[in-house]
């Protein structure tokens, strides 16, 4: 905040110059993720209007990640730099509010495209929610910067050349903590036809979304193809390469943060993420203080 605690100031200053791939953030979708951040942490039913752009300065400096000048590729900005500038803002928040902002969710839409002659299939995937002060985060939604649903798995097996082998919540993937982080989501497809180009472009590979009030990290964004005969190939979070028929491209988004203390957790709350599948036996041990 500014000293007069009439403005909110969002400054940028020292954010890295911009990249030649497309991860820049033209200044517009550095504003959205901003403003988003700021009222969702002071007034959720607050009406977006001028009086609120009034008194919120954005400061993003020109050539930078977050403010890029042509002919910078700005492509993935909107889907992948947008999440991270939310949680910067998010992060910077929990401090001036305490107990009003949940940790860290995962970061990235984990978008997926297949595509092969005459067809192509794009789709974002969900993941977890971080933990928040009252209760756990959601299990395997889209966070944040998105306004996408998932693509039913009957519609898209019948409209391409793709079978889906698994759609499933990702286990021991939601930061520990009392207030456990969401889930994040394991989809799995192999494509039916050969010369199948298929590209992931997501975040959270290696910083992975943040616990607060001493809650633990959630797992980070994995991805691997299977090849038809049995080959296993660890892909970079940002990779295009051919798929043949038979082949099995695997994706496994990040689950949220936790929120506060695991060892506080009710046991009858561990006990029940082991019952459901949430949470492994051995997980439960090693990070919740679990004695059964």
């Not at 009392?178 to 298929?198: F, K, M």
């Not at 980070?220 to 940002?238: D, T």
């Not at 295009?240 to 994706?251: K, P």
């Not at 203390?261 to 036996?281: A, F, M, N, T, Y």
Request: proline share 8%; glycine share 14%; charged share 20%.
């Amino acid at each position: 905040r500014s000293s007069d605690l009439e403005r909110i100031v969002a400054d940028f200053t020292g954010t890295a110059t911009q990249v030649e791939e497309p991860l820049n953030a033209v200044y517009g979708v550095t504003v959205a993720a901003t403003t988003y951040a700021i009222k969702a942490v002071i007034d959720p039913d607050m009406p977006m209007n001028s009086g609120f752009y009034r008194v919120v300065e954005v400061r993003a400096p020109r050539g930078t990640l977050v403010n890029p000048v042509p002919p910078a590729p700005v492509g993935g900005g909107n889907v992948e730099t947008s999440q991270r500038i939310a949680d910067v803002v998010l992060r910077a928040l929990a401090e001036a509010f305490p107990g009003r902002v949940p940790a860290a969710s995962c970061g990235t839409m984990s978008n997926l495209l297949l595509g092969g002659k005459g067809w192509a299939f794009y789709e974002t995937i969900g993941c977890g929610s971080g933990g928040r002060p009252c209760c756990d985060g959601v299990d395997g939604v889209h966070t944040n910067m998105t306004n996408t649903l998932n693509t039913p798995v009957e519609v898209a097996e019948a409209e391409y050349p793709l079978l889906f082998r698994a759609y499933e919540l990702r286990p021991d993937s939601g930061g520990p903590g009392r207030s456990r982080g969401g889930l994040g989501i394991v989809r799995a497809v192999t494509v039916l036809e050969n010369d199948v180009t298929v590209t992931v472009y997501a975040e959270r590979h290696q910083l992975r979304p943040w616990g607060l009030e001493g809650g633990g990290a959630g797992a980070p964004f994995r991805s691997y193809v299977i090849r038809a005969g049995g080959e296993k190939v660890e892909l970079l979070p940002k990779t295009t390469l051919r798929l043949g028929h038979g082949d099995t491209i695997y994706v496994e988004t990040p689950g949220g943060g936790g929120y506060g203390d695991p060892c506080e957790r009710p046991q009858e709350l561990v006990e029940r993420d082991i019952e459901d599948g949430k949470v492994s036996p051995e997980a439960a041990r090693r990070s919740y203080c679990y004695e059964g």
